[in-house]
């Protein structure tokens, strides 16, 4: 067995073990071609989203939506990963458990790695647990978006994480020892890893977080037999190469200017194209600081996976000024129209609107609005070209919409979907029984005040000019009327809409009280989500709400599902706070306390 070179310069980390709470059991070996063929495999789920396509739909239909009402709690594993270091002071779990013939691979908030013995399907235990030794207060300062860990990867005989400190490490899958580490993200430019990297072949591929903190976004590709880096492949382009022209300032803007990646990609494995979402460009907010599209920022990039090479691309939203990231996962569908196969990618933009493409060559199916009300581009998006109404091909910083977009000189921007947007990295999911795409959307507003030279952008790489604070209005709540709105807008509540992904029609939807956690669907005629601390279950035909359990503490996590020994299961992570906007809003959920826990159910 291989061990690479523990530590990381400067952060003094040793070599982290694994602690074995059980005699090794020597675990199957997960082929690249077993990945290609995970549809097949109706019992386990050993992909981030089950299958390469972004399903996230099982075929199992023991729990379906006659009998979901007796489903029951069988089983809590309590998890580590609590406590405040830096500017942390409540990790989330937010992963995807992966199963493989009843054990489950899961991660905390502070990237601990676990394997459970669920094999009984009245008890998990912890047959090991990995973990990664991080200085918590050094990574959570200088990376992004607070303690999180999106899961894990499962190829051959190893369990591959991403950690907040910038590693991928790849352990040994039964015994949880360390084969190999190497570093992925420089903690001092402020990128960090929160997503579960994809394998593929005889790859680990990730993307890095920090846009907000103006990095310049890249993707790494690790051969998961020598631990060796196999290519990057940086997201905003240097000069000389396509799309630098999109960053038209004279300062080198590109250098800063975002595009990280933290949510995993889906794989077409026939035209071997992967396919990742990008985020927003930096200074986050300042559109005027970074003239131009600002390309590969906010887009989808179709990629070789051998080399790195774009394929194509679509930006979503050019010289965005509302930090609507575009990381979000693609559903790869194939659809009949007219008697014909056609293969599609389609997904919920965090803009308001769905989008379609031809998988092989990007071209444009079809845009429509989801969220209930948007208010940013006027007129809706161009059919033809995918860019919003408003866009203004004659100038390089875009308004897009009167009283939507920040300025330097102070004024209040008002816009929706929120500064989250209608759908953001929590993943959607695609039912193979109804054949509609179902997306967990956020339905609101956000208003903000921009104030130049407000933060520093933290390490001061050359775009502290650009740099702004937004800070709500005194008083705003999210329920005055939004600029073109007939009537206030509520912030902070939630919807699950199903829409035709051959036309991006709304088919179905249902409102709820705050932003679903991310979808499962299953052929047993039920669509899963998690809610501030309710796991939920819904009629995928009609979105009637057929079974809700409070587990007591915040969820963030999307629920997945498995079967071992003949019975299915749900499986969902619990730990976070529910956000102070929720818990001031509805009573149920205000005092909730954090825990972390790995919650399975059957019936």
């Known amino acids: 067995m291989k061990k690479a070179i523990a530590g990381l310069a400067g952060l003094g980390v040793g070599l982290a073990a694994a602690v074995m709470f059980a005699s090794p059991v020597m675990a199957a070996n997960t082929t690249a071609q077993g990945l290609v063929n995970a549809d097949n495999d109706k ?128 352990l040994d899958k039964s015994s949880g020892e360390i084969v190999w580490q190497v570093n992925t993200a420089n903690n001092d430019l402020m990128e960090s890893h929160t997503g579960a990297p994809l394998a593929l072949k005889n790859l680990a591929i990730n993307g890095v977080t920090g846009a907000e903190y103006g990095i310049r976004g890249h993707i790494n590709a690790i051969d998961v037999t020598t631990g060796e880096e196999s290519w990057v492949k940086y997201l905003i382009p240097a000069p000389g190469e396509p799309g630098n022209e999109t960053w038209v ?106 989008y379609g493409f031809d998988r092989a060559n990007g071209e444009l199916r079809n845009a429509v609005q989801y969220v209930d009300f948007e208010n940013w581009t006027l007129g809706g998006i161009d059919q033809k070209t995918g860019l919003p109404m408003s866009y203004n091909p004659d100038t390089p910083v875009q308004l897009y919409a009167p009283g939507t977009a920040g300025r330097r000189d102070g004024r209040l921007a008002v816009f929706c979907p929120a500064l989250g947007g209608g759908k953001n990295w929590q993943p959607a999911a695609y039912s193979g029984l109804t054949g509609l795409n179902y997306v967990p959307a956020n339905e609101g507003c956000s208003a903000y005040h921009t104030v130049v030279g407000g933060v520093d952008h933290w390490k001061d790489k050359g775009n502290k000019m650009g740099a702004l604070e937004n800070r709500h209005p005194a008083g705003w709540r999210g329920r005055e009327s939004a600029p073109g709105a007939e009537k206030p807008i509520a912030i902070s509540t939630g919807s699950v809409t199903g829409y035709n992904p051959a036309t991006g029609q709304t088919v179905v939807k249902v409102s709820i009280d705050t932003r ?46 498995y079967s071992y020994g003949g019975r299915q299961y749900i499986a969902i992570l619990a730990g976070s706070t529910v956000s102070g906007s929720v818990s001031r809003r509805i009573a149920r959920f205000a005092n909730v306390v954090p825990t972390s826990i790995l919650a399975v159910f059957s019936l």
């Open 43 to 170: 019992a386990n789920w050993l992909l981030h989203h089950r299958t390469y396509d972004g399903h996230r739909y099982s075929p199992l239909s023991e729990v379906n939506s006659t009998n979901v009402k007796g489903l029951q709690l069988r089983f809590i594993t309590m998890l580590d990963g609590l406590g405040s270091a830096g500017k942390v002071r409540t990790p989330k779990l937010q992963g995807t458990p992966l199963v493989e013939d009843g054990f489950l691979y899961v991660t905390d908030g502070w990237n601990n790695v676990y394997k459970i013995d669920g094999r009984s399907g009245d008890r998990g235990t912890t047959v090991w647990k990995f973990d990664p030794e991080m200085d918590r207060a050094y990574a959570a300062d200088s990376g992004c978006c607070m303690g999180r860990n999106r899961g894990v990867a499962l190829i051959n005989d190893l369990v591959i994480e991403s950690t907040m400190d910038g590693r991928m490490i790849a």
């Open 249 to 354: 300032d004279d300062y080198e803007a590109w250098q800063t200017g975002g595009a990280s990646v933290w949510q995993t990609g889906t794989y077409d494995a026939a035209l071997n194209i992967m396919y990742w979402g990008t985020g927003n460009p930096s200074p986050q907010y300042d559109s005027e600081y970074r003239p131009g599209d600002n390309l590969y920022t906010e887009s989808v990039v179709a990629m070789d996976p051998d080399t790195g090479e774009i394929l194509w691309h679509f930006q979503f939203t050019p010289n965005d000024p509302y930090d609507w990231d575009e990381v979000g996962e693609t559903q790869l569908i194939d659809i009949e129209v007219g008697g014909e196969t056609l293969k599609i990618v389609t997904r919920a933009a965090r803009n308001g609107f769905v």
């Open 516 to 561: 679903p956690t991310g979808m499962l669907a299953t052929a047993g005629n039920l669509v899963f989500t998690g809610m501030a601390t309710d796991l939920m279950a819904f009629n995928s035909t009609t979105l009637e709400l057929l079974f809700t359990q409070s587990l007591g503490t915040g969820l963030s996590a999307p629920p997945m599902t």
